[in-house]
């Protein structure tokens, strides 16, 4: 059974979150009572989500919308999902009477987050978005009024900001353990196949940037907890097969932040490139490495304890998690957050922000794009 608006607020006010017991969140310990998610498109990330859900103990699976009905038919039985509530893309506005479904989660291509985010929200359902937020800036601030509009929350799913390593590393920086943070190194790419969706201008939005090279953008503000103030940046198609008549395939950019410290990203769909970054300050580094895949996330560190002396702390550390922990971590965020009546770590205004970011980015590099 699923936790009703109503509920939620009840909840809420009743200071319910103070007094979950250690361990177990408070969706999961109010009478097994889960949130109740509609995955909007069923393709690779969307599997992702739908185990993670599965592997938790604070949401459930309760609505799919496809425009395969054949696969959703198979994927509902999977999931335990009737068959009244899978829905089309031209009818899926009905899931507002589905008092089953309290939010959805956008798994589409780029360039249709906006619309079907605004009609979740007219349906009353909070949003969980994947990322890039939107295609364009402008879709992006009216996301985020649709749901103000519709009283709804919305997080964009940047699920590296709730994975274990990525937030040891942040912890390390904002301790001081490597010193004054200096330069950044951060790049990500994939070697994606002619007849993605990605490769076109309509459903990308644009290029690597948008799909790979914003987990590094993302990561330099979340490891500085600065806001760019500049960026350089350069692209080149070198398009060898003729994959690249539409977006750019490398892409490499520099960053300022309020503090001096630079960031130096690339990325590229051109070559198989592992996510990762390395932060160097004055004491010593910090890497993590990969950084951005599913599991097998692995932190390494090499810093002085003393004040700039020979360094004599060395990490290494790799995250058992396996996927899709990761997601699991992100549900149980979003869902916790409607329950608790909080705004999620991540809400519209962190993907608009990367959106205005990587407009200029391109701009800088003489792209006229979002
Ligand atoms: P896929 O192509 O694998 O899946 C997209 C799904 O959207 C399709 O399976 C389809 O579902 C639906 N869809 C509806 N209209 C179209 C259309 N015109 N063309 C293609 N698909 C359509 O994409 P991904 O799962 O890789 O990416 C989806 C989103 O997730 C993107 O925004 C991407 O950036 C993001 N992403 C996030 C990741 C993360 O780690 N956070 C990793 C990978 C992607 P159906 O058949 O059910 O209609």
Same mark, same amino acid.
């Given at each position: 059974m699923s936790v009703s608006r109503r509920q939620f607020a009840k909840l809420g006010a009743l200071g319910f979150a103070a007094q979950v017991m250690p361990g177990m969140s408070a969706v999961a310990q109010e009478s097994g009572k889960k949130v109740g998610y509609c995955v909007i498109g069923l393709g690779r990330i969307a599997d992702h989500f739908m185990r993670g859900v599965q592997h938790g103990s604070t949401s459930k699976i309760t609505g799919l919308v496809s425009g395969h009905r054949d696969k959703a038919l198979r994927i509902a039985a999977q999931y335990g999902v009737? +068959?009244?509530?899978i829905y089309s893309y031209e009818d899926?506005?009905?899931?507002?009477?589905?008092?089953?479904?309290?939010a959805v989660y956008v798994a589409l291509p780029n360039n249709m987050h906006a619309e079907y985010t605004i009609r979740s929200a007219k349906a009353g359902k909070h949003v969980l978005c994947e990322k890039?937020?939107?295609?364009?800036v402008s879709d992006a601030e009216a996301m985020i009024d649709a749901c103000k509009t519709a009283n709804v929350k919305l997080m964009i799913a940047y699920r590296c900001q709730y994975e274990p390593t990525n937030l040891k590393a942040v912890k390390l920086i904002r301790e001081g353990a490597i010193g004054k943070v200096q330069v950044i190194h951060s790049a990500f790419g994939g070697n994606f196949a002619a007849g +993605?969706?990605?490769?076109?201008k309509k459903y990308?939005?644009?290029?690597s940037l948008m799909d790979v090279g914003i987990y590094a953008l993302n990561a330099t503000r979340y490891l500085t907890g600065e806001e760019p103030v500049a960026f350089s940046a350069f692209t080149s198609t070198l398009d060898q097969d003729g994959r690249f008549n539409e977006v750019d395939e490398n892409l490499v950019w520099t960053t300022r932040f309020p503090s001096g410290v630079l960031a130096n990203c690339s990325s590229t769909y051109g070559a198989n490139m592992p996510g990762y970054y390395r932060v160097y300050g004055s004491k010593g580094w910090v890497e993590v490495g990969?950084?951005?895949?599913?599991?097998g996330m692995r932190l390494r560190a090499q810093y002085s304890s003393g004040i700039m002396g020979v360094p004599d702390v060395q990490l290494d550390e790799e995250n058992p998690d396996k996927d899709p922990m990761h997601f699991t971590r992100e549900a149980d965020h979003f869902s916790e957050c409607i329950v608790k009546e909080r705004t999620p770590k991540t809400p519209g205004e962190e993907g608009l922000r990367d959106m205005r970011y990587m407009k200029e980015i391109y701009r800088t590099a003489g792209v006229t794009v979002l």
């Open positions: 009737p +068959e009244s509530s899926m506005d009905r899931i507002r009477e589905n008092k089953a479904i309290d890039p937020m939107a295609t364009s +993605e969706w990605r490769l076109t990308g939005g644009g290029g990969p950084a951005f895949s599913y599991d």
